[in-house]
């Protein structure tokens, strides 16, 4: 037979009882009522039969359970009524909080639990009839919980308040458990006989609890036919559960205490507990799940305060060597204008390089933007000596400050490169600049050394000498990641920077020790595919 297709529209959350059950769920669930059925049916039937007496605790503590577990459930099932607002669901947590509510007048009126004859009036029958009715009105909320799981959501939900809802529930359901107690204690004597006497149970039992079993037969198959979630899975398993124990309470001996009497109460814990554990399952399950979206959402705040952080860093980082070039230009223009006779030539190129710088800063700061953002970068055919001759332009002042000598031969004979030009420059600015930062922190011979070549016929290398301090041993993993600096007032994004820009044209950039002073750095950049080599 086909079943109808679970729909679950995206506004719905996701619980059992609209949620379709998986392979696995489906297999747990036919493992499950084959034990229940296998140790039916290993297990010797001529055991059922003896007589193992009265426990006096077995009872309390039994119905105790019972009572725990349907209320529990009770309640997680109107949770859930709360959440989808579903007639079905108010339907079945209310045959769970009736289920609940008649096992108290039952273990009142047991004979032997509280006085022989048991509590609140109670005749011989009281506790017997009590049980019965129980177990008679479990598969018609199970059936109206079937034929209300209408798969149109419009009409199968509850219109009425919610709480209203509860509310009234739990008073109409307390109030006719008080009724059926009193009209079976005021009727005890004209109620067909179950037991014969506080121990056996009379033929009209099996006839009955045959019905019971038919009864419940009958919500099984109305569960099958519309079964569409994982709710109702289990619930067949309930059912399945709820059978295999009238029928051990009722038919082997005839009588309670009997083995299959005391096996009967068994099953009939696990069916009070089996949705309950599928319920709790299911809110640890949630509860994961939301423990694991907060964590991820944590981590995307604080993935974003990092990038913002290093958008700022990098910004600050890359702005103040074009700004300390304006400083040095506009105070050598004002220096020039300032003297007796103005020279005004020199002015003029001072100025020329102040909005060239300007000019640079601004294509910089566009440049970091596009960095941090996920659109494709504008690629050109590029000439590399070209690149590098402009960014030793660029820091020829710091240059001739710290007083260190370069050597840079341009190679006329290398195959031209794709790349996107400030990008690039600005890499080369950093690893220049960082050079001599680290030639300036000590004595001695500073040289600048810059080459360029084909590497692996593919590649053009950059490599960037020096004669600073060098690296120390643990720095060398770690020195390209952000926030890592050797430098005292260092920010830690400038290799980092260099690092992404390389990676993003498809290279590699790297660091090698100088034979004991100093430090390399190279960097590789794809050749033009057109540019001949």
């Known amino acids: 037979m086909m079943k109808p297709a679970v729909f679950v529209p995206e506004d719905q959350p996701l619980t059992l009882a609209n949620l379709p059950p998986s392979r696995p769920q489906k297999r747990l669930a036919f493992a499950v009522v084959l034990t229940l059925l296998g140790a039916l049916f290993i297990s010797a039937p001529k055991l059922w039969n003896v007589q193992l007496g009265g426990i006096d605790a077995f009872v309390p503590a039994y119905g105790t359970a019972l009572v725990v577990n349907d209320l529990i459930t009770a309640v997680l099932l109107f949770n859930q009524f709360a959440i989808l607002h579903s007639r079905a669901l108010l339907a079945i947590a209310s045959g769970y909080l009736f289920a609940g509510f008649m096992v108290i007048p039952w273990m009142l009126t047991f004979p032997g639990v509280f006085t022989p004859g048991g509590l609140l009036g109670a005749g011989l029958q009281t506790a017997a009839w009590l049980s019965a009715l129980r177990y ?9 919980y079937a034929l209300l799981n209408d798969p149109d959501p419009p009409k199968r939900l509850w219109k009425g308040s919610v709480g209203a ?18 009209l079976v204690i005021a009727g005890d004597a004209y109620l067909p006989p179950i037991s014969i006497d506080l121990v056996r149970f009379s033929t009209f039992w099996l006839y009955f609890a045959s019905c019971l079993i038919l009864w419940n037969t009958l919500a099984l198959i ?34 309670r205490f009997s083995a299959g009497w005391y096996a009967g109460r068994i099953y009939g814990y696990v069916a009070s507990i089996l949705v309950l554990f599928v319920l709790l399952y299911e809110i640890m399950t949630l509860y994961a799940q939301l423990l694991r979206a907060v964590l991820a959402q944590r981590r995307e705040r604080e993935t974003r305060l990092m990038t913002g952080d290093a958008v700022s860093a990098s910004i600050a980082h890359e ?28 002015a003029r190129n001072a100025l020329r390089r102040v909005v060239a710088t300007g ?22 055919s590029l000439d590399i000596d070209d690149l590098i001759q402009e960014a030793l332009a660029v820091v020829r002042d710091k240059l001739q400050t710290h007083r260190v000598a370069v050597q840079f031969d341009p190679n006329e004979r290398l195959p031209r490169i794709t790349g996107e030009q400030i990008q690039l420059q600005q890499v080369l600015v950093n690893l220049i600049t960082n050079a001599i930062d680290s030639m300036a922190a000590k004595n001695g011979e500073r040289v600048l050394s810059i080459r360029s070549e084909v590497h692996h016929s593919r590649y053009v290398m950059v490599s960037v000498k020096d004669t600073g301090k060098g690296l120390e041993a643990g720095a060398v993993d770690r020195i390209f990641n952000p926030m890592f600096t050797t430098k005292t007032h260092g920010m830690g994004m400038g290799l980092s920077i260099c690092r992404s820009i390389i990676e993003a044209h498809e290279g590699q950039i790297w660091v090698t020790a100088n034979k004991g002073r100093g430090a390399i750095f190279h960097f590789t950049v794809p050749v033009d595919p057109g540019s001949a080599s």
């Open 136 to 144: 008679a009105c479990i598969p018609p909320f199970v059936i109206a």
């Open 359 to 380: 000019h640079r800063a601004d294509a910089m700061i566009e440049n970091i933007r596009a960095h941090f953002k996920m659109g494709a970068r504008t690629r050109t």
């Open 319 to 346: 702005v103040k060597q074009p700004l300390t070039a304006i400083i040095a230009s506009a105070n050598a223009g004002l220096n020039w204008l300032d003297r007796v006779e103005p020279e005004l030539d020199s």
């Open 165 to 182: 809802t509860v509310v009234w529930s739990v008073a109409m359901s307390a109030a006719i458990v008080c009724a059926v107690t009193f």
């Open 222 to 255: 109305l569960l099958w036919i519309r079964k569409r979630s994982i709710l109702d899975l289990w619930l067949m398993v309930v059912v399945c559960a709820y059978a295999i124990e009238l029928y051990l309470v009722a038919f082997p001996g005839l009588a």
